[in-house]
């Protein structure tokens, strides 16, 4: 048997065109901005998308492109102007920073009711605690995914692989918030496989071809793909071993067109989000 695919690209199409809706009842429309540091080409492309989205859903879009040499207090002083503007209900900074940067000092600059990344330590402290407010869009995204496809999380084993601020750890926040026991593993858990073979649901979030074989697959678990690498046929690829692992899995998503496009929707919604507080 092979798994139901869960299509972010249609449910993100689907996604963004409520956020469009919404967006038209508002008396002003929501307005992001993307500062982009350095010629970085995986990020050039996420920012194009952004851009493209921001159109969809009826966004004011701008973009700051800042050289890679830029310095600290360059990026600090545009945020800072950023912050002030009536027009800009969110900022976001695409990471990584080139070297020089001090990438936690430049997440804190930004206002937090603009933080549409959810990355600034108060966010990612009411996220902790459950009060309401921005979602990280990567995880957000998942648990949208996971909802649409009628996969219920509450008192399922999930396990996360990879420990990241941006996906691990705040995905294990979200599973946990909907009554998921979870199980977070990295590159240190000392049998990997023996633990993703617990997993309900398995997310994959670390980066690296070829990690999630099938036999490391709970025969009929869910399976996320978070990841976005090349293989050495320079093709996108995540973590999972799609092909041999779709056989195994009750659902699972593909890469690309899983939960890529899922990410960029809930950037839009944060916006959408941002622009209605602003508006009170
Ligand atoms: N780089 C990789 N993922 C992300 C993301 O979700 N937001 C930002 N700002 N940068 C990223």
Redesign the pocket.
């Known amino acids: 048997m092979s798994a139901v695919v869960m299509d972010g690209k249609a449910l993100a199409a689907k996604v963004k065109e409520q956020v469009r809706q919404k967006a038209e009842k508002l008396s002003r429309r929501p307005g992001l901005a993307v500062i982009i540091v350095g010629d970085n080409p995986a990020s050039r492309v996420?920012v194009n998308g952004k851009k493209k989205d921001c159109e969809e859903c009826g966004f004011y879009s701008e973009e700051h492109a800042l050289p890679g040499t830029a310095a600290q207090e360059e990026l600090l002083e545009l945020i800072a102007a950023l912050n002030e503007r009536g027009d800009i209900d969110g900022i976001?900074?695409?990471?990584?920073l080139p070297g020089q940067f001090n990438e936690q000092e430049v997440l804190r600059a930004i206002r937090t009711d603009k933080d549409v990344?959810c990355f600034h330590p108060y966010n990612v402290g009411k996220l902790m605690i459950g009060e309401k407010g921005f979602l990280p869009?990567?995880p957000a995204g998942v648990m949208r995914m996971l909802e649409e496809y009628g996969v219920d999380v509450a008192g399922k084993h999930c396990v996360v692989v990879g420990r990241s601020n941006?996906v691990g750890k705040p995905q294990s926040i979200l599973m946990l918030q909907k009554h998921a026991t979870v199980t977070i593993c990295h590159s240190r858990t000392p049998d990997l496989a023996e633990q993703c073979r617990r997993a309900d649901i398995l997310v994959a979030a670390v980066g690296k071809v070829g990690l999630i074989t099938a036999d490391m697959v709970k025969e009929g678990a869910v399976v996320v793909d978070v990841a976005m690498n090349r293989n050495e046929q320079g093709k996108l690829c995540g973590d999972v071993c799609y092909e041999e692992v779709t056989k195994k899995a009750s659902y699972i998503t593909p890469v690309p067109g899983g939960v890529g496009p899922m990410?960029r929707a809930m950037l839009m919604e944060n916006t959408l989000y941002a622009a209605v507080n602003h508006g009170k």
């Open positions: 996420y976001m900074v695409q990471l990584p990344d869009c990567t941006i990410t």
